[in-house]
């Protein structure tokens, strides 16, 4: 994701169960047209490198695209409601 326009970092998450790892990341993007930058028309669908896939032994297929209402690490954030296909950030 590095170098596409409007990409702002991610956080990478892991959680351990059992003798799973799961592994969410929550990329920050300047808009849902930043996005579709990256990811193409349909921004539902996850970019997944096949390189990352052959680690996985499962992925989700489908990305989801919230808007950041409330920040306190940064403090950015609109601060106004999340609604579905808001197109101010996610």
Same mark, same amino acid.
């Given at each position: 994701m590095e170098g596409f326009a409007g990409y702002n970092g991610c956080?990478?998450?892991c959680?351990?169960?059992g003798d799973q790892v799961h592994i969410q990341l929550l990329?920050?993007?300047d808009s849902l047209a930043s996005i579709r930058g990256f990811a193409g028309s349909d921004e539902s669908t996850a970019v997944?490198?096949?390189?990352?896939a052959d680690l996985m032994t499962e992925y989700d297929t489908t990305a989801g695209h $919230?808007?950041?209402?409330v920040d306190t690490v940064?403090?950015?954030g $609109?601060?106004?409601?999340?609604?579905?296909?808001? $197109?101010t950030g996610s």
């Open positions: 956080y990478l998450l959680r351990k169960e990329s920050l993007w997944i490198s096949p390189a990352v $919230d808007t950041v209402v940064t403090g950015r $609109d601060g106004g409601p999340a609604t579905p296909n808001q $197109d």
